[in-house]
């Protein structure tokens, strides 16, 4: 009886790492939307008026592209609300990603650190409700953040992705921002689909399973 209910664990386990693997590997094969992830080619733009695409990959303001303090590569963005009049004001920068469908969903992740308190801020198109924000202390290493987000069905900007940043009180605090990707969640025919063409492998481990259990 153990042996068996060891066998029908090992089996559960089996099929849930094919389930798993099928999702990954249906989240992989979408590819990632974002142009210029690593901000490896230094252009930025000026921010776009309302309803108007970026005019490079990424536009920003009060944003600029430095090394190092990258996390990957050889570059990353440095998003500064505090201007050298001393004005303080938003920080960020967006992209007019082309192939977001409005109300679809996105997983969008990143690598961001601070060199002080503020409040990270991620959505689409900017003005058109309230972003997703983080609260984020000075830290010394990268931090990964992920979401996940709707574009929005109507508006002026629904398909541009802005990332920014509010600092906390009137000494300047920098976030750098690298490596962002955006993907769609992938539909339940497509995370079905990958796990069928991992079921022959998943097929022949539970061959081996049985055997090894009449051994």
């Known amino acids: 009886m153990k042996r068996t209910t060891r066998w029908i664990g090992r089996s559960s386990g ?3 790492g094919i389930l ?3 999702l990954l590997s249906a989240v992989s094969v979408q590819g990632n939307l974002i142009l210029n992830p690593g901000f490896e080619d230094s252009s930025l733009g000026p921010l776009p008026a309302p309803g108007q695409p970026s005019t490079e990959p990424w536009d920003g303001q009060r944003a600029t592209v430095v090394t190092p303090n990258q996390h990957s590569g050889a570059r990353a963005v440095r998003l500064q609300p505090m201007e050298d009049g001393g004005a303080i004001g938003w920080a960020g920068v967006l992209q007019t990603v082309s192939l977001v469908v409005q109300g679809q969903q996105y997983i969008l992740d990143f ?3 601070s060199t002080g308190n503020g409040v990270l801020d991620v959505g689409f198109g900017p003005g058109m409700g309230p ?3 983080w609260t984020v202390s000075g830290t010394t290493e990268y931090t990964h953040y992920t ?3 709707t574009a929005p069905a109507s508006g002026l900007n629904p398909q541009q992705l802005f ?3 509010n600092q906390a009180g009137i000494t300047a605090h920098w976030l750098y921002v690298d490596d962002v990707n955006l993907v769609p969640v992938p539909e339940p025919s497509t995370i079905i689909a990958g796990a069928l063409a991992l079921l022959p492998f998943g097929a022949s481990a539970l ?4 055997k090894s259990r009449k051994a």
């Open 163 to 165: 990332i920014g940043w």
């Open 207 to 210: 061959r081996m399973l049985r």
């Open 111 to 113: 690598w961001a650190k």
């Open 147 to 149: 979401t996940t987000l």
């Open 131 to 133: 972003p997703f924000t």
């Open 20 to 22: 798993l693997a099928g």
């Open 14 to 16: 089996m099929l849930a």
